[in-house]
């Protein structure tokens, strides 16, 4: 676990009309305001999107399972502001439904806006975060703190020494809880 601390700064309230593409609308807002970290909600609706459901297969690094979908989904999510490289990176998860269906997923690369989307942002400041590339799961994830991490930060401002990181036990494979090889069938059919 990695944590930081900060202060609330400035609150956004954005619009994002009909046609436009919400994705590059709020990347280019964020860059315009110098925002470097913070919080997005958003809700409204897409007429068109593509998002990451889940990965194909449940392994580290995962290949993305994309999903397109089109034709005015209502949508509601939220995201996290950090710098990345090259700039503040947006990161959003959200949930997409239309005549009861629904998508839950990571918002990539195409969101355009079915009337309306509004959006929420809350300015972070004194936060200690950017997002950087792991090369174990193969994604740009966000990094929490100093370099050396918040313990070693405190162990340098107090004086004293860290104590040593605990050894991480690894944690049992979860079991599928669906009856007759139901969770086979709903993976076969989310890869269509």
Request: hydrophobic content about 35%.
């Amino acid at each position: 676990m990695q944590y930081a601390e900060g202060q609330v700064g400035r609150v956004f309230v954005v619009r994002i009309d009909d046609g436009e593409d919400f994705l590059d609308s709020m990347q280019r807002f964020v860059a315009e305001k110098g925002i470097q970290s913070g919080s997005v909600t958003f809700l409204g609706a897409l007429m068109s999107g593509r998002m990451v459901t889940g990965p194909e297969e449940p392994v580290i690094p995962p290949t993305p399972h994309f999903v397109m979908f089109e034709g005015g989904w209502e949508v509601f999510g939220v995201g996290t502001i950090y710098p990345g490289e090259g700039g503040p990176h947006i990161h959003y998860h959200a949930s997409v439904g239309r005549a009861g269906h629904a998508l839950t997923g990571c918002l990539r690369e195409k969101a355009t806006t079915y009337l309306i989307v509004e959006a929420v942002i809350i300015e972070f400041t004194g936060l200690l975060g950017r997002r950087e590339f792991d090369e174990r799961t193969q994604m740009n994830l966000p990094v929490l703190g100093s370099r050396e991490g918040p313990a070693e930060e405190q162990a340098k401002e107090t004086g004293q020494t860290a104590p040593p990181e605990e050894e991480k036990k690894p944690e049992p494979e979860p079991k599928d809880e669906l009856p007759d090889g139901l969770a086979d069938i709903i993976r076969d059919l989310t890869r269509r």
